[in-house]
């Protein structure tokens, strides 16, 4: 028979222990920035995170606010501003892919979202050799184009139509051109990306 201590109650628990409760991390609110550029330690664009996810790697010291926004995340012992661009504290080798993504966005980007037609204001995509006569869907043959220009051209040739490129369509290099594919890039990271003043949030 086990033994009690006087004045205790067979079977009955003892005092609960409630957890210790952990410091909550600051979260920036929905009226904040939600995106972060995340920088390697020799400035180089990485990709892009969330401002929470930025926030978590400042705080472990593994990375460093490079701007911020003028919003102020509060929690019980930590007050942050809100990063916008990070850069990491130690340096991250990431495996690039050998092409930048042919993408609508990223075309405009790289012919200043004018038409390389007539200068005007571009609003679709065109093949310098139209796809029925066998043209590539790839960087060397897709320009930014007007409406207008779209429709004089159709599927005909520049040499048909008189027309000439003020330069030879050529494939971006760099690592901040793979951040354009999936979504807009905030103006504040065109120091940091060497992006035309085109880029818009």
């Known amino acids: 028979m086990p033994r009690t201590a006087p004045g205790s109650v067979v079977g009955q628990p003892g005092?609960?222990?409630?957890?210790?409760?952990?410091?909550?991390?600051?979260?920036?609110?929905?009226?904040?920035?939600?995106?972060?550029?995340?920088?390697?330690?020799?400035?180089?664009?990485?990709?892009?995170?969330?401002?929470?996810?930025?926030?978590?790697?400042?705080?472990?010291?593994?990375?460093?606010?490079?701007?911020?926004?003028?919003?102020?995340?509060?929690?019980?012992?930590?007050?942050?501003?809100?990063?916008?661009?990070?850069?990491?504290?130690?340096?991250?080798?990431?495996?690039?892919?050998?092409?930048?993504?042919?993408?609508?966005?990223?075309?405009?980007?790289?012919?200043?979202?004018?038409?390389?037609?007539c200068g005007g204001s571009a609003t679709s995509i065109d093949h310098v050799v139209p796809r029925s006569r066998g043209g590539t869907h790839t960087w060397d043959n897709v320009v930014a184009a007007c409406r207008r220009c779209n429709h004089t051209k159709a599927d005909r040739s520049l040499a048909e139509l008189g027309w000439k490129l003020p330069h030879p369509p050529r494939t971006p290099s760099g690592a901040a051109w793979r951040l354009l594919g999936a979504r807009t890039v905030d103006p504040r990271w065109r120091e940091w990306l060497s992006m035309p003043e085109s880029v818009s949030a």
């Not at 609960?16 to 920036?28: E, I, K, Y």
């Not at 012992?77 to 042919?102: E, F, G």
């Open 15 to 117: 005092p609960r222990r409630d957890p210790v409760p952990r410091p909550r991390l600051p979260v920036p609110s929905s009226g904040t920035t939600s995106a972060t550029l995340l920088l390697n330690a020799t400035y180089e664009p990485l990709c892009v995170v969330s401002s929470r996810r930025a926030i978590v790697l400042v705080l472990a010291d593994k990375a460093v606010p490079v701007d911020a926004a003028a919003e102020v995340v509060h929690a019980e012992r930590v007050s942050l501003a809100v990063p916008v661009v990070v850069r990491l504290t130690r340096y991250v080798r990431v495996p690039y892919p050998a092409q930048v993504p042919l993408s609508r966005r990223a075309v405009f980007t790289r012919d200043g979202q004018t038409c390389v037609y």
